[in-house]
Every structure is written in structure tokens, then in C-alpha cells.
């Protein structure tokens, strides 16, 4: 983990609710960083919003040492986020947490989004590109004007299908039978989820029915981010045995049959 | 050349300077030197595994946090065979911060953990909710403070750390009931219990519902509190609540405060307390100050004012 000032390249709005930050990290390596993999970042150099925000790694640039990220504004933290410049310095804490596991000899990867979940598993379908390892990508999100980076992910060659609340197509139901064709046709053998509860309890039945490799990114409020706040935990289940856990030390990848998502 | 050491009680500390219990842990090592820091206070433990809150356990309010993550611990087993051999290999004394739900369970860890050669003082955290009593803190009932504290005067020669409860009509009398008991020092304070309300879901920011408030916003509260308890108390304080920088820290001092904790800043800015440090340098070569301890209490207050008892008169 590196504290670092970076500095801002672009930072631009991408769709109504969404923008696309990009920095350059000047004195250590971005390719010490993996898909899963956030950082804690300040937002404004003053107290307001006083706490860091994590932030999942979406894109990692090794040739021009740069990163990428996606977000959605919401509260105080991105609002102030959105207002930063190019050249400005972005004070990043980081990379934190662990990352995606892709098992070897996997023949085909499928990554269930919804909204800004797609950020965090476009770092992993980027891996699998450079890997050769098939992707198959469902990005869920309310409008379609909401979908995001579907194009730079078919850039790569990760085939996209997108789904939203408008026309009803992202109803379970419907993302279901999308998904049990995936898992059928393209011999996909490992499920990756981030952003919606349903949409992760669904891929947790349909991992166990099909007996399929399955993580998840999970996402909390945190403080520290370095495992001495006990802020961000979840509960996992080993057996008849449940844990406490820290999003922040021991995920945010964690695999999707062992924890309890009610 | 300036001298930063300080003493509280028997232990004598480098600099005053050391984490809040619950903001530091041993990952912090990978960014900030721990044997700089004035001492070490790892997250209170309980004696048992404890589960802690339901998430959101965190909430951010303007200039603070909002916390109530319920103490979740691996219990004394882990602390005595994980976290003290972890502490114990830096120079930086390690504080041992004790939680429990009644007085007797306080004196039991307490003679265990200060048994431990690598312990060098405890800190008890009263100002958890006493089972026994309605889930009243302890730090909130004089009588019950004494009692605690008397009872874990009696396990340990070592140096007892009354962390005191900010939420109370008149903490001064809480402090003489801690010293009375016999502690050796004060830290003032916890968190003040504070609660926040989402306005659009009409749902409380965190589980809890309630929660206890730290962060830069209630500094201004415990410089009081410090003030508060200076002028009843002989015994050392450690001021903790909303300290960012190295002035924070003196002013702290300068209200009577002997050390420092610091605790949401670390989440801030991860290398906060190392800042400070020389931050709080900086003030004393620009005043000249030798000794740190040439500050502490040396507000200058009014002529003829009486804040011995003065609570905050309208009359």
C-alpha cells in the first residue's frame, strides 16, 4: 500500500450519473496492482467530507503508468470528486484489499454487473482479455443511458449483454434464463457478481445448481480501510459456522457460496 | 532542542502522542514507523469472542463520524497469543484496552492482561454499557466507577487508565471516583453518543441507531472536558477527540491534557500521528518551549475566573 500523491489527467462525465477519472501515478509501479483491488481516496484536501472514499480499481495502464476509475456521484464525497481538475494532485491510499481469482484452466468467464459493479469486474474482464480466457459480461442498470463501458469491453473482445429496469428486462426471471444459456452455449465455468444483492443471490443458486467457480465484490462504508476499524465487515458462512469478517483486509473478492447475503 | 517525554503515572512515554483505541491496528505499520509513536493501544478486547453491530456501523456527519461498531473481538485468548507478541516487538510501550460487561469480568481480564510483562498499562474502557446495571456505562455512575476501578487497582501494580465517558452532567465527579479508585490517569474522552438520520429513506444511518460522534467537530467538547477535569483532578489526563494536527494537540496541553490520542485522523490521513509529532515540534521551537510539559494546563484564563465549578451558568 502506497500513500501518493497522483495526478489527475482527466476527469470527465460520462453519463448522467457517472464519471471516469483517470491519474498518473508518479514513483511506483501500477503493475504491482490486480483486479479487485480499491483505493481509499480523499476527495477534497480539506475536512469536508472528512473521510476517504474506496474506490475499485477499473482500469490498470501499465504502458503510460496510469489508472482508471469509474463512479457514480452520490453523496458529499464523489459530488466533491467530480469537481476535481486535470493537473490537480489526488492524494490515494493504496492498492488495498485482495483480488479476483481466475481458476486455472478456466474455459470461460461470466461477470453479472449491475450499475457501477461494472467497474470493478472490467478490471478483471481486461486480466482475462490479456489472459485469452473467454468473458461474457451482463451489465444491469436502471436506464440504458445507465449502462456503462460497454464498448470498452467489446473492444477487448468481451461480449455484452445489457439489461434495465425500463423496458423490464432486467428482471430476475429474465437474467436468469440470459445466464443459464451462457452457462449452457459457451461453457462458461466461473461467476463473477458486483452491485445488487438479487442479482448475487441469484448467481450464488445458480453457482451451486451448475457447480460453478463463483466470486463477488462487496462494497460498504468504510473508515480506515486497513482492517483496525472493524467498519466494513460481513458475515460468512463455513459449515454451520458464521464469521465476522473485514471487507476491507479480507475482501472485497470473497467467494460468493460463503457469504451471507440476507 | 526540544524534550517531548511525558509521564502517566509509573509510564514514561517519548512523546505524547498515541492512537485511540479502535483506529489503529497492525496494518498501520506499513505506512508509519510505530516506534515513533509515544505508545501503542491496539483495539479494545473483551474476554470472550464478541460479534460487534449489524452494518452500517459507520456514518459520516459534518466535521465527524458516527460510530457504533459494538466491540467486535477475537477475545483474550487471540489478544494475549496474537496481538501482544505482535506489540511487543517495538520499542513504543503497548497499552492494553480492556472492555467488558461487569465489574468482576473487568478485574479478571485486567490480572490477566497486566500479568503479561509485555503490557505496560491498561486502559479501561468504562464507558461501555454495564449489563448489570440497565446498560448504564459504568463511566456514567460515580459509584460504579469507583467500584471498577478499585477492583483492577487490586490485580495490577500497573499503570490504570480511567477512559472516561464525555456523556455525563458533571465529569469531574467521575474523575475523583476514578481516582479514588485509584487510577493513575485519565483519558478524556470517548465518543459522545450522537445519532444521524438519512432524510430520504427516514432510516438512521447506521444499525445502531445510535452511535458515538468523533472526529474534528467535538474538539472544541473535550478541550472543555480537559479544562473540566485539570482544575479537580490530579491526575495526568489524556486528552482524545478530534485532534488533526499538532496544534490540536496543544491546545489539549495547554487545557491540561498530558498526552494525546488520536483517532479519526488516522483514518484521514494514515501517517497522521508521525505529522503531529513534528508538528508539535514546530510549536515549541517557534515559542521556545524546552519541555512539553512546560505547557500542560498553561491556558491563560481571565482574571478572577472561577471555572472550578462553573458548568455553564446563565445566571
Redesign the interface.
Known amino acids: 500500500?502506497n500513500?501518493t500523491k497522483a495526478k489527475i489527467i482527466s476527469n470527465e462525465q460520462i453519463s448522467l450519473r457517472y464519471y471516469h477519472m483517470k491519474i498518473a501515478i508518479p514513483d511506483w509501479s501500477v503493475s504491482e496492482v490486480q483486479a479487485g483491488q480499491f483505493f481509499h481516496i480523499?476527495t477534497t484536501d480539506d475536512?469536508?467530507?472528512?473521510?476517504?472514499r474506496p474506490f475499485s480499481i477499473y482500469r490498470i495502464n501499465e504502458l503510460d503508468n496510469t489508472l482508471e476509475f469509474l463512479y457514480l456521484v452520490k453523496g458529499?464525497g464523489t459530488k466533491r470528486l467530480a469537481e476535481r481538475k486535470p493537473n490537480e494532485l489526488l492524494d490515494i491510499?493504496g492498492p488495498l484489499g485482495n483480488t479476483f481469482t481466475i481458476p486455472e484452466m478456466s474455459r470461460g468467464l461470466m461477470l453479472v454487473a449491475r450499475g457501477v459493479g461494472i467497474a470493478t469486474l472490467s478490471a478483471l474482464a481486461f486480466a482475462a482479455g490479456k489472459k485469452g480466457v473467454p468473458c461474457f459480461a451482463i451489465l444491469s442498470a436502471r436506464t440504458k443511458e445507465d449502462i456503462l463501458v460497454e464498448k470498452e469491453l467489446n473492444e477487448v473482445g468481451i461480449k455484452t449483454f445489457l439489461v434495465n429496469d425500463l423496458d423490464s428486462t432486467s428482471d430476475l426471471a429474465n437474467v436468469k434464463v440470459m445466464a443459464e444459456e451462457l452457462i449452457n452455449s459457451k461453457q462458461v465455468d466461473s461467476i463473477y457478481t458486483c452491485g445488487s444483492k438479487r442479482l448475487s443471490i441469484l448467481m450464488k443458486d445458480m453457482a451451486e445448481k451448475h457447480q460453478l467457480f463463483a466470486e463477488i465484490a462487496l462494497e460498504?462504508?468504510m473508515?480506515?480501510?486497513?482492517?483496525?476499524?472493524?467498519?466494513?465487515?460481513?458475515d460468512i458462512k463455513e459449515g454451520n459456522e458464521i464469521q465476522?469478517i473485514r471487507i476491507c483486509?479480507d475482501g472485497p473478492v470473497l467467494p460468493l457460496k460463503k457469504v451471507v447475503l440476507s | 532542542m526540544s524534550h517531548l517525554e511525558v509521564s502517566i503515572g509509573s509510564l514514561k512515554l517519548k512523546n505524547p502522542i498515541m492512537p485511540a483505541s479502535g483506529t489503529f491496528g497492525e496494518e498501520m505499520m506499513k505506512v508509519i514507523d510505530f516506534n515513533q509513536l509515544g505508545a501503542l493501544l491496539p483495539k479494545s478486547f473483551t474476554k470472550s469472542v464478541r460479534k460487534g453491530n449489524a452494518t452500517p456501523r459507520i456514518c459520516e456527519t459534518v466535521g465527524g463520524m458516527i460510530n457504533s461498531i459494538g466491540i467486535q473481538s477475537k477475545g483474550i485468548d487471540y489478544y494475549q497469543n496474537v496481538t501482544v507478541p505482535f506489540y511487543s516487538q517495538f520499542s513504543s510501550p503497548l497499552i492494553s484496552s480492556i472492555s467488558a460487561d461487569s465489574i468482576e469480568e473487568f478485574a479478571e481480564v485486567s490480572e490477566k492482561i497486566a500479568a503479561k510483562k509485555e503490557v505496560a498499562a491498561l486502559e479501561l474502557n468504562i464507558s461501555c454499557p454495564n449489563l448489570k446495571n440497565n446498560g448504564l456505562a459504568f463511566g456514567m455512575d460515580e459509584e460504579a466507577t469507583r467500584k471498577l476501578v478499585k477492583s483492577v487497582r487490586q490485580v495490577t501494580d500497573k499503570p490504570i487508565i480511567a477512559k472516561l465517558s464525555p456523556n455525563v452532567t458533571n465529569i469531574g465527579v467521575i474523575a475523583l471516583a476514578a481516582e479514588d479508585g485509584g487510577a493513575d490517569a485519565l483519558t478524556v474522552a470517548n465518543t459522545f453518543i450522537a445519532m444521524s438520520i438519512d432524510v430520504h429513506t427516514r432510516k438512521p444511518k447506521i444499525a445502531n441507531v445510535i452511535g458515538g460522534i468523533s472526529g474534528p467537530a467535538i474538539k472544541p467538547l473535550v478541550v472543555r472536558l480537559i479544562h473540566q477535569v485539570y482544575q479537580v483532578s490530579s491526575l495526568p489526563i489524556i486528552g482524545c477527540g478530534g485532534v488533526m494536527c499538532g496544534e490540536d494537540a496543544i491546545e489539549m496541553i495547554l487545557a491540561g491534557a498530558t498526552a494525546v490520542q488520536v483517532g479519526t485522523a488516522n483514518f484521514v490521513n494514515p501517517t497522521a500521528m508521525v505529522t503531529l509529532i513534528e508538528e508539535i515540534e514546530n510549536y515549541m521551537r517557534q515559542y521556545k518551549i524546552e519541555n512539553i510539559t512546560d505547557l500542560i494546563g498553561q491556558v491563560i484564563l481571565p482574571e478572577g475566573a472561577n471555572h472550578k465549578n462553573d458548568m455553564g451558568s446563565c445566571n
Open positions: 500500500m500513500l480523499r475536512f469536508s467530507p472528512l473521510l476517504r458529499a491510499f460498504e462504508n473508515g480506515c480501510a486497513m482492517g483496525a476499524c472493524y467498519a466494513c465487515v460481513c465476522t483486509q
